[in-house]
């Protein structure tokens, strides 16, 4: 089945680093995909849509200078977390929807998230 | 706008009973259905799915059917196993390709 591959799955740094998460479609294609933020204990919450060849699209309040996001192929975003400081210790997941028809019917592949903490 | 309303947990059940986890959902369109699982330290995994009033999802003993007139989609397992634990979320999805996430629901099934 499709498979979505997000790296690195645990990541442990200092204040002030920039840490970049990637998201993969191993075996489709994917023009959009999906980053979440998910608090322990809580639901995930969109952070914003990525879009092959274009820019992000990012939900209110989130911070596009602070969550950079990139998607130069089919197969690949990455999202950048700058500058990071303890409140972006988070669980970040990706996902992805295969194009290859169905349309909203097509359920999204999610990564196994990346454990991002920050000291 | 769009929402998925699940029962809060934590939910804990003995070896063998039976599960259900409500989940209702206010759509403006004719939204698809999911459930998805969250093992512990994992990523989110498709359980089952419905993209249709009266279409009944299935998956590993559990069952969950897409109820319009009530806008409902309840997951069910007759008899879990203490694997089952885990948390469920409930989603939705409409045209246009965004998701809509319950608020997950945490089982604990305990031999």
């Known amino acids: 089945g499709a498979v979505v591959s997000q790296h690195p799955s645990r990541v442990i740094c200092k204040s002030g680093t920039s840490v970049k998460i990637e998201c993969r479609s191993l075996?489709?294609?994917?023009?959009?995909m999906f980053w979440y933020r998910q608090f322990p204990k809580q639901s995930l919450m969109l952070m914003a849509t990525?879009?092959?060849?274009?820019?992000?699209?990012?939900e209110q309040g989130v911070e596009k200078d602070k969550f950079l996001i990139n998607h130069a192929s089919l197969t690949l975003s990455t999202l950048t977390v700058t500058s990071a400081h303890p409140e972006d210790s988070s669980f970040y997941i990706c996902?992805?929807?295969?194009?290859?028809?169905?349309?909203?019917?097509?359920?999204?592949?999610f990564g196994d998230g990346t454990r991002l903490s920050i000291l | 706008g769009n929402s998925v309303t699940q029962m809060e947990g934590p939910v804990t059940l003995s070896e063998e009973a039976f599960l259900t986890i409500n989940c209702t959902y206010t759509?403006?369109?004719?939204?698809?259905l999911f459930w998805y699982v969250q093992y512990p330290g994992e990523g989110l995994q498709l359980l089952l799915k419905?993209?249709?009033?009266?279409d009944k999802g299935s998956n590993k003993g559990f069952e969950a059917t897409y109820r319009k007139e009530t806008t409902s989609f309840h997951l069910e397992k007759g008899s879990v196993q203490v694997s089952d634990s885990a948390v469920y979320f409930c989603?939705?999805?409409?045209?246009?390709?965004?998701?809509?996430f319950g608020t997950g629901t945490s089982l604990t099934v305990i031999p």
């Open positions: 759509a403006t369109g004719y939204p698809s």
């Open positions: 075996d489709f294609q994917a023009t959009t």
């Open positions: 419905a993209t249709k009033a009266d």
């Open positions: 989603a939705l999805s409409e045209p246009g390709n965004q998701f809509y």
């Open positions: 990525s879009n092959e060849g274009s820019k992000a699209t990012y």
């Open positions: 996902s992805a929807r295969d194009q290859g028809g169905g349309g909203s019917n097509q359920p999204q592949h």
